[in-house]
């Protein structure tokens, strides 16, 4: 078992449809498991369930809502998977998911955070072990243009096991 927070952001209903059917075609194990969203704090294990909510209500305690505009697709390669995956990222509102990210790794998850790797806020929408096929499928995606409004203003806590994930609390930001 594994302990993640989550923001599953608000969209407009076409702009889910069209990242679903994206997550359907490219992404189907994840599709069925999650809806999109943004990972802000990754897997955690060994830490008390009590504990890791303490931790995210407190962190986000006075926390505002994030608007966002996803404005670009990424192939990002994943090496010990082999694997590269599609994200849709964010232009606006990029700096405070990263600062948000930032915050609820301080105190009692510092040592979870990993620094071999930057943060880069998105929503997976594919995974490929053929790096050009995922490269070209973000190319497709940008030539297209993405221009999809969005806000985070909920954060949930989740527990992840191998039927999927299950809501543990909901924070609401405040406004």
């Known amino acids: 078992m594994s302990l993640l927070l989550l923001a599953y952001p608000r969209l407009e209903p076409a702009d889910r449809d069209w990242i679903q059917a ?3 075609r490219h ?3 994840h599709f069925r498991l999650v809806d999109p969203h943004f ?3 990754f897997p955690v294990t060994g830490m008390p369930q009590a504990d890791f ?4 209500a407190a ?3 006075e926390v505002k809502p994030i608007p966002f505009t996803l404005r670009s697709a990424k192939a990002v390669s994943d090496p010990p998977h082999h694997e590269t995956h599609v994200f849709l990222v964010p232009g606006k509102g990029r700096k405070a998911i990263v600062a948000l990210h930032q915050r609820l ?3 009692p998850l510092a ?3 990993r620094r071999d790797i930057r943060y880069l806020p998105h929503i997976t929408i594919g995974n490929s072990t053929d790096r050009p096929v995922a490269a070209a499928l973000a190319r497709d995606i940008n030539a297209g243009g993405v221009n999809i409004l969005g806000k985070i203003d909920a954060i949930e806590a989740v527990r992840l096991e191998q039927r999927g994930v299950e809501t543990l609390q909901r924070f609401a930001l405040e406004s």
């Open 105 to 107: 790794y301080q105190g």
């Open 22 to 24: 994206l997550r359907a």
């Open 59 to 61: 962190s986000l305690a």
């Open 111 to 113: 040592d979870a955070l």
């Open 27 to 29: 992404n189907p194990e």
């Open 39 to 41: 990972t802000l704090v």
């Open 53 to 56: 909510i303490s931790h995210a």
